[in-house]
Nanobody, 123 residues
């Protein structure tokens, strides 16, 4: 069973950038469609971005499109989320997710989840 570990979160000022990473163990990330979700104490798990097995297709939430970029390096068993022009409303716990069946925007699509990495954007 694949295990996912996120890293790269932290505290950044509004307008700044961060790059999140998600590394897999116990499996090959190339076998999975991948996604990022985020969650705050006031919200449910919100879709951020998704990428297909071969990286040919990407989806983004409207709130992050044009600012965030999802990518993957199957040879390194890692996926990335580059976050630019960060806003205070981007503050959340960010989760990496994987599905061996399909790609989508719903949390229920993804069977495997990391523990999350905190991103805090100060104004």
């Amino acid at each position: 069973q694949v295990q996912l570990i996120e890293s790269g979160g932290g505290l950044v000022q509004a307008g700044g950038s961060l790059r999140l990473s998600c590394t897999a163990s116990g499996g090959t990330l190339g076998d999975y469609a991948l996604a990022w979700f985020r969650q705050t104490p006031d919200t449910g798990r919100e879709f951020v971005a998704a990428i297909s097995w071969g990286a040919g297709t990407t989806y983004y939430a409207r709130t992050v499109e044009g600012r965030f970029i999802i990518s993957r390096d199957n040879a390194k068993n890692t996926q990335f989320l580059v976050m630019n022009s960060l806003k205070p409303e981007d503050t959340a716990l960010y989760y990496c997710a994987a599905s061996d069946e399909r790609m989508g925007r719903m949390a229920a699509t993804y069977k495997y989840w990391g523990q999350g990495t905190q991103v805090t954007v100060s104004s």
